[in-house]
């Protein structure tokens, strides 16, 4: 189980470090520049991706299962950016997963949809939508964030301080931070693109397999 554990436990650092500002995030003050260093490290290959990358080979070679390293990927691309080498790598394990068993898709053909869609998404942030992720802005919208009522009256005040943590990320890197921002922004579409079309001949048969099986049932 031991492959296991280490998948979880990468699994769960980007969003300790850069995910939701609630629960305990939120009731300490951090200097966004903090943030702004831990996501510059995790998005480095030498202390970030590269040795997620080492790290789930290990796992593989101990009989990790595709589901998990996927899950892991997700979790990691939710809030940064996924290298061209290591999305070429990752891709054929999600690949060969991606033509589902009707009508229950297995629980590993689930996990690659998720990482294609995470990485199809990531590609679609704005420039400074970025540059807010990199401060720790990028709440997970998947998780539940109280009342509708109390996030109308939360929303004025979230803005603010959301606007002032950015304005500050901004101004504190200056020029460099918006270039580092527009080469990512790059970066994100070229591996989306790349990613297309790696997995296009099996999503194909995937839709034709499920046309087939909506023409069976009305037949």
Known sequence: QSHKIICLALASIPDALLGSPGG?????????????????????????????ASALASSANEAASDEEVLWTCV?????????????????????????MALPNPSSVTTASYAFLQSIF?????????????????????????????????????????????????????GDETQARAKRELWDRGAVACQIAIMVWEPLSQSLRNVLQQHLNQDA
């Open 24 to 52: 305990a995030r939120g009731r300490l003050s951090i200097d966004p520049k903090c943030l702004q260093a831990v996501s510059l490290e995790l998005r480095a290959v030498e202390t970030g991706m590269g040795l997620l």
């Open 75 to 99: 979790q990691w691309t939710k809030f940064l950016p996924l290298p061209m080498e290591m999305a070429i790598q990752i891709v054929p394990m999600a690949a060969r997963h991606l033509v």
């Open 121 to 173: 998404e990531s590609a679609m942030l704005t420039q400074q939508q970025i540059i807010a992720a990199s401060v720790g802005l990028n709440a997970d919208k998947s998780q539940p964030n109280g009342t509708q009522m109390k996030r109308k009256k939360m929303s004025s005040k979230t803005k603010k301080r959301h606007k002032e943590k950015l304005n500050s990320a901004v101004s504190n890197g």
